[in-house]
């Protein structure tokens, strides 16, 4: 009986080693399904990132231009070129009201370059822009610039 038991454990133990693992069928469906699901995802993921990226540089162009107005307001004057953005982390010398800047710090737009600022602007009082994402001047698409002149 004891003889009995143990060639039936052997012959249990030989069968569940050849059922371990995957076949490489089921490995490449596998493979196969998780392609599929990522492609589904970059075509669907990707275009919302580039126009979050839009956004996101059209709001920093206005969090800017309300910054620069705020300046213009307590010294009566809007920065120079020379001073540029960076004039609006820090208080204006002589600021009655104001004890800490305009903005905590510059941002960067969305494709890592800084703001730009032009006084007197082409397109009204002063520009604050991003070149977009080629980071040049001009453009169409994601590559327009992105400004304080574009209506919302």
């Given at each position: 009986m004891?003889?009995?038991?143990?060639?039936?454990?052997?012959?249990t133990l030989r069968q569940s080693r050849r059922d371990e693992g995957f076949s490489l069928i089921?490995?490449?469906?596998?493979?196969?399904?998780?392609g599929l699901i990522?492609?589904?995802i970059v075509v669907n993921v990707l275009p919302s990132q580039d126009r979050a990226m839009f956004e996101k540089a059209r709001a920093d162009v206005k969090l800017l231009e309300q910054a620069v107005?705020?300046?213009?307001?307590?010294?009566?004057?809007?920065p120079t070129l020379e001073q540029g953005v960076e004039v609006l982390t820090s208080?204006?010398?002589?600021?009655?009201?104001?004890?800490?800047?305009?903005?905590?710090?510059?941002?960067?737009?969305?494709?890592?370059?800084?703001y730009q600022y032009l006084y007197p602007g082409e397109h009204g009082a002063f520009d604050?822009?991003?070149?977009?994402?080629?980071?040049r001047l001009g453009g169409e698409g994601l590559n327009a610039d992105i400004g304080n002149w574009e209506s919302e």
């Open positions: 004891i003889q009995s038991v143990k060639k039936l454990l052997r012959a089921e490995l490449m469906v596998v493979i196969v399904i998780i990522t492609t589904i107005e705020m300046y213009r307001m307590d010294t009566l004057k809007y208080p204006p010398k002589g600021a009655k009201f104001r004890s800490e800047g305009y903005i905590k710090t510059l941002p960067k737009d969305p494709w890592g370059n800084a604050v822009y991003s070149f977009g994402a080629d980071g």
